[in-house]
């Protein structure tokens, strides 16, 4: 199936730089393009793309208000990447809250551009453990107690160890044989976590793992 694919960035050059890698795929194709977030709810429902590489910070309407916008107004969403310059930056924390399924740099190179999409087409979500434990430190309470509390109680014990290891960035098959269980017993896991917490993805689930001191930055 050939996964479908909208570009969103003020940047003229950064879209066409896109464009060129995505349609060498065989498996890959741009469906349209968009040079603002206001344009980007009305593209997603005339061409339906599989995934968005939104570019974070644009004049009129920026990539975290896009994917608000989005997941509220669309019913069966498409997922969503959101390009930055800098990975420690704010507004990639934000989009991530709001509902994105991953961030790139727009340094990354073509491959992993490519496997990125690919990845989030299937379900994934793109976790770089490192970067978002910076943002998350700047976000964390100081205290912990009664959030962190509540999610100890909420989740078995094996789910937390689950948890754990997905802030780390750790693949359903790398969990699996972290913890000598099969990776269809992960998944389950996983999907009773997001239930629990009321988490869109695994990336919203170590957000708020790390927001509620539940996982402590550090």
Avoid: C
Wanted: hydrophobic fraction near 45%.
């Amino acid at each position: 199936m050939t996964i479908k694919v909208l570009l969103v960035d003020d940047e003229r050059l950064i879209r066409a730089g896109l464009a060129a890698i995505i349609e060498a795929e065989d498996d890959l194709t741009v469906v349209g393009e968009a040079a603002d977030g206001a344009e980007v709810p009305d593209a997603v429902k005339r061409l339906r793309p599989d995934v968005i590489l939104m570019d974070v910070r644009m004049p009129r309407l920026d990539g975290i208000q896009a994917t608000r916008r989005i997941l509220e107004t669309v019913p069966e969403p498409p997922r969503i990447i959101v390009v930055t310059t800098f990975e420690n930056d704010e507004y990639v924390y934000d989009a991530l809250k709001a509902g994105a399924n991953g961030f790139l740099l727009k340094r990354t190179r073509p491959e992993e551009i490519l496997q990125a999409v690919r990845m989030v087409a299937h379900g994934d979500s793109l976790l770089f453990p490192a970067a978002i434990r910076e943002l998350a430190a700047r976000h964390a309470p100081s205290g912990g107690g009664a959030d962190a509390a509540r999610w100890h109680g909420q989740l078995t014990e094996r789910e937390a160890d689950v948890l754990r290891l997905m802030a780390k960035g750790r693949s359903n098959a790398e969990i699996a044989e972290d913890l000598f269980v099969s990776p269809q017993t992960v998944k389950t896991h996983v999907g009773n976590i997001l239930a629990k917490l009321q988490a869109r993805d695994r990336t919203q689930a170590v957000i708020l793992a790390y927001e509620t001191s539940f996982i402590r930055p550090g």
